[in-house]
C-alpha cells in the first residue's frame, strides 16, 4: 500500500485523500495514517509544486554549477557538502561520480547574483579545487513532466 | 446494367447506431465516453523503434507470416504470460490488428452451414465475418446475473450437430468481464466433448485487474483446437499501428497464411519492428497503463455505487457495462438523451447485439479529470430523470 500511495502523490500531491482511497482500493483511514507514518518516518519529505515560472511571468535564473573538491579527512564530502547546501539560493547538492563531485543546483534572480555566488561563497571554501557553471535556457521537462504544449489528441469520438 | 453487390455483403446489416455515431462526430463541444481505444500515446521508446527502422530503410515485405524475430518474441511472450508454447516456425502469423486475424481464421475454418457460437454482447465483428465466410453465427445472450461470462449450460444449450467453432471474447467488450480458471473449465469440458474449435479473442489480455489472464489454450489438449487471437492495439496502446497475431494448430495456420498472403501480402514492416520493442523492454510501460485503468476502474465503480446505478463490477479490458434499466428508457433512447441534454456520449449497449438493451457501454480510457466531468453531468441528468418519474 504504502508503494502505490507514495507512487501516486509523486505525481499529484494535491489528491483528496478519500478518491486516493478509491483509486487504490483502499479505505480513507488506511490511506491517511500511511501517510502520516511516512511523514513521521521522513519518507515523505515535503509536498512541493511544479511551477513554470516563466510562464508566471517571474525572471529566474537557474545555474548548474559542476564543483571539484579535496575531500576532507574522516568527513568525506559531507562537511563540504552542508556548507554549500546552507545558503538558501541552493536548490540541489548531489555527490555525482565522474570527472567533478558535487553537483550543486542554484536559483537566483539574476545572472550576477549567480557569478557573486560563485566568486564569493563557492570558490573561497578551500577544499573547492574548481567550479564550472552553466545556465539553464530552457526547461523543457522537469521532474517528469513535459513542460512545452502537448498536441491535442486525434482519437475518433466513438469507435467500437 | 446488372446489380453489382453479392446478396451476401448487402444483406449485412450495417451498424444500428450508425446515426447516432455521425450526431456525436458532430458535436465538437461534446464529451466522450465512448472510445475504444487507449487515451495513452504509444510508449515512446516503441514509437521511436518505428522512426529508427524508417531510416534505416527496412521498408520492404517481410515473409507473409510475418518477421521471425517478432514471431520469435510473440512466442516467448505467450509462454511468459499464458504459459503456451508455440512454434514461431509455423504455428503464429502476424496480422493487420487481431481483427484480420478473426476474419481469416473464420475463413480458414467455416464450410458452408457450419455454425459459429458467438456470446453476445461482444465485439461487432465476428457475426458479419461468419457471414461472409459462408458460415451461420448463432449468437448466445450473456446475462449479467453471471457477470456476463460465459456458462456451460448456456453454451450446451446453444450447441447443435452444426457447430463447428466458439467464438470466445474475453476480457470482454464491452462489459468488461473476464473468465477466470475457473470459469473456464466447464466451457473447456464442452468444447472437448463435442469436437469444437475455438477462437479465442484475447486482445484485452493485458488488461486484467483479477490476477493474470488466463488463455484457454492453455487447459490440457486445447492448443490443438484454439486459434489465439492477439495484438498490440490495446495493451500497448498501439492501434493506428495495426498489428495483431493469431496463434494455433500449423494446419489452420497454414490456411490462413495463405488467404493472408494473397489479400494481404504482409503486415506493416514498420508496424512489426516496432512491436518487437513493445514485446522486448515495454512490461514497465504496460504495467503502468494498467494501474492507470485499474485506478479508473475503480474510480467509476465507487462512482455507480454512490449515484445508486446498477453496475456489476468487471476486472477486464476498459469498460463498464452499467444498468439503466430503471429509467424505462431503451439503450438507444438513454444515449440519445444523454447526448443531447448532458453534450456527453456513451454507447448504447445494443451495438453489441440486442441482449445489450438496458446496458450501457462506458469507457475508461479517459483521465480521470474527464471522467469526473462526465460523470457529473451523469448525475445530473439521471436525477433529473428520476424526479420526472
Same mark, same amino acid.
Given at each position: 500500500m504504502r508503494k502505490q500511495i507514495l507512487k501516486y502523490i509523486e505525481k499529484n500531491s494535491k489528491v483528496d485523500l478519500s478518491e486516493l482511497a478509491v483509486l487504490l482500493g483502499s479505505d480513507i483511514v488506511t490511506v491517511a495514517n500511511e501517510i502520516a507514518e511516512m511523514e513521521k518516518e521522513k519518507i515523505i519529505c515535503g509536498y512541493h509544486t511544479l511551477i513554470d515560472w516563466e510562464k508566471a511571468g517571474e525572471d529566474k535564473v537557474t545555474a548548474l554549477i559542476e564543483v571539484r573538491v579535496t575531500p576532507q579527512r574522516n568527513q568525506g564530502f559531507d562537511r563540504i557538502a552542508e556548507r554549500i547546501y546552507n545558503y538558501p539560493e541552493v536548490t540541489s547538492v548531489y555527490l555525482i561520480s565522474g570527472s567533478y563531485?558535487?553537483? !550543486?543546483?542554484?536559483?537566483?534572480?539574476?545572472?550576477?547574483?549567480?557569478?557573486?555566488?560563485?566568486?564569493?561563497?563557492?570558490?573561497?571554501?578551500?577544499?573547492?579545487?574548481?567550479?564550472?557553471?552553466?545556465?539553464?535556457?530552457?526547461?523543457?521537462?522537469?521532474?517528469?513532466? !513535459?513542460?512545452?504544449?502537448?498536441?491535442?489528441?486525434?482519437?475518433?469520438?466513438?469507435?467500437? | 446494367m446488372r446489380n453489382p453487390l453479392a446478396k451476401k455483403v448487402v444483406g449485412i446489416q450495417?451498424?444500428?447506431?450508425?446515426? +447516432? +455515431?455521425? %450526431?456525436?462526430?458532430?458535436?465538437?463541444?461534446?464529451?466522450?465516453?465512448?472510445?475504444? #481505444?487507449?487515451?495513452?500515446?504509444? *510508449?515512446?521508446? %516503441?514509437?521511436?523503434?518505428?522512426?529508427?527502422?524508417?531510416?534505416?530503410?527496412?521498408? +520492404?515485405?517481410?515473409? /507473409?507470416?510475418?518477421?521471425?524475430?517478432?514471431?520469435?518474441?510473440?512466442?516467448?511472450?505467450?509462454?511468459?504470460?499464458?504459459?503456451?508454447?508455440? /512454434?514461431? /516456425?509455423? #504455428?503464429?502469423?502476424?496480422?493487420?490488428?487481431?481483427? #484480420?486475424?478473426?476474419?481469416?481464421?473464420?475463413?480458414?475454418?467455416?464450410? *458452408?452451414?457450419?455454425?459459429?457460437?458467438? &456470446?453476445? &454482447?461482444?465485439?461487432v465483428s465476428y457475426l458479419p465475418c461468419t457471414i461472409l465466410a459462408d458460415g451461420v453465427p448463432v449468437t448466445i445472450p450473456l446475462q449479467e446475473k453471471n457477470e456476463f461470462k460465459l456458462t456451460a449450460e448456456e453454451l450446451e444449450a446453444a450447441i447443435t450437430p452444426r457447430t463447428k467453432v466458439l467464438v470466445m471474447p474475453f476480457p470482454n467488450n464491452p462489459t468488461g468481464s473476464i473468465m477466470t480458471k475457473e470459469d473456464l473449465q466447464p466451457i473447456v469440458n464442452l468444447v472437448k466433448k463435442y469436437d469444437l474449435f475455438v477462437i479465442s479473442d484475447e486482445i484485452y489480455s493485458e488488461l486484467s485487474y483479477?490476477?493474470?489472464?488466463?488463455?484457454?489454450?492453455?487447459?490440457?489438449?486445447?492448443?490443438?483446437?484454439? %486459434?489465439?487471437? /492477439?495484438?498490440?492495439?490495446?495493451?500497448?496502446?498501439?492501434?493506428?499501428?495495426?498489428?495483431?497475431?493469431?496463434?494455433? &494448430?500449423?494446419?489452420?495456420?497454414?490456411?490462413?497464411?495463405?488467404?493472408?498472403?494473397?489479400? %494481404?501480402?504482409?503486415? *506493416?514492416?514498420?508496424?512489426?519492428?516496432a512491436a518487437v520493442e513493445a514485446l522486448r523492454n515495454c512490461e514497465r510501460e504496460v504495467q503502468e497503463m494498467r494501474e492507470a485503468y485499474n485506478q479508473r476502474r475503480r474510480f467509476l465503480m465507487n462512482e455507480f455505487k454512490r449515484l445508486h446505478i446498477q453496475c456489476f463490477e468487471p476486472f477486464g479490458a476498459f469498460y463498464v457495462f452499467p444498468c439503466i434499466k430503471e429509467f424505462g428508457?431503451?439503450?438507444?433512447?438513454?444515449?440519445?438523451?444523454?447526448?443531447?441534454?448532458?453534450?456527453?456520449?456513451?454507447? *448504447?449497449?445494443?451495438? +453489441?447485439?440486442?441482449?445489450? #438493451?438496458g446496458f450501457l457501454r462506458i469507457s475508461y480510457a479517459y483521465s480521470i479529470e474527464e471522467l469526473k466531468v462526465a460523470f457529473e453531468r451523469l448525475e445530473r441528468f439521471i436525477t433529473r430523470l428520476r424526479a420526472e418519474k
Open positions: 563531485d558535487l553537483l !550543486v543546483t542554484l536559483e537566483s534572480k539574476t545572472l550576477l547574483e549567480v557569478s557573486q555566488f560563485v566568486a564569493d561563497k563557492l570558490s573561497p571554501i578551500e577544499a573547492v579545487i574548481s567550479t564550472a557553471t552553466h545556465f539553464i535556457l530552457k526547461k523543457y521537462k522537469d521532474h517528469g513532466t !513535459v513542460l512545452v504544449k502537448k498536441a491535442e489528441s486525434e482519437r475518433m469520438p466513438v469507435t467500437l | 450495417p451498424s444500428g447506431i450508425r446515426k +447516432f +455515431f455521425d %450526431i456525436v462526430s458532430e458535436m465538437p463541444d461534446a464529451i466522450s465516453l465512448g472510445v475504444g #481505444e487507449p487515451d495513452f500515446d504509444t *510508449p515512446w521508446r %516503441i514509437r521511436e523503434e518505428g522512426i529508427y527502422t524508417l531510416e534505416k530503410g527496412k521498408t +520492404f515485405y517481410t515473409s /507473409n507470416s510475418g518477421l521471425k524475430e517478432l514471431k520469435v518474441e510473440i512466442c516467448k511472450y505467450l509462454k511468459r504470460k499464458v504459459n503456451v508454447e508455440y /512454434n514461431f /516456425n509455423n #504455428e503464429v502469423i502476424v496480422t493487420v490488428g487481431g481483427s #484480420e486475424g478473426i476474419d481469416i481464421a473464420l475463413r480458414a475454418m467455416l464450410d *458452408p452451414g457450419d455454425e459459429v457460437l458467438i &456470446p453476445q &454482447p461482444s465485439y483479477q490476477g493474470e489472464h488466463v488463455s484457454i489454450a492453455s487447459f490440457e489438449g486445447m492448443k490443438e483446437r484454439t %486459434i489465439l487471437i /492477439n495484438g498490440f492495439s490495446k495493451g500497448f496502446a498501439m492501434t493506428g499501428w495495426r498489428l495483431g497475431y493469431a496463434c494455433g &494448430p500449423k494446419e489452420i495456420i497454414e490456411q490462413m497464411v495463405k488467404i493472408h498472403q494473397f489479400a %494481404i501480402m504482409c503486415a *506493416p514492416t514498420n508496424s512489426q519492428y428508457m431503451t439503450s438507444e433512447e438513454f444515449a440519445m438523451r444523454f447526448l443531447e441534454e448532458e453534450k456527453v456520449a456513451v454507447v *448504447p449497449g445494443t451495438a +453489441f447485439g440486442d441482449c445489450g #438493451e
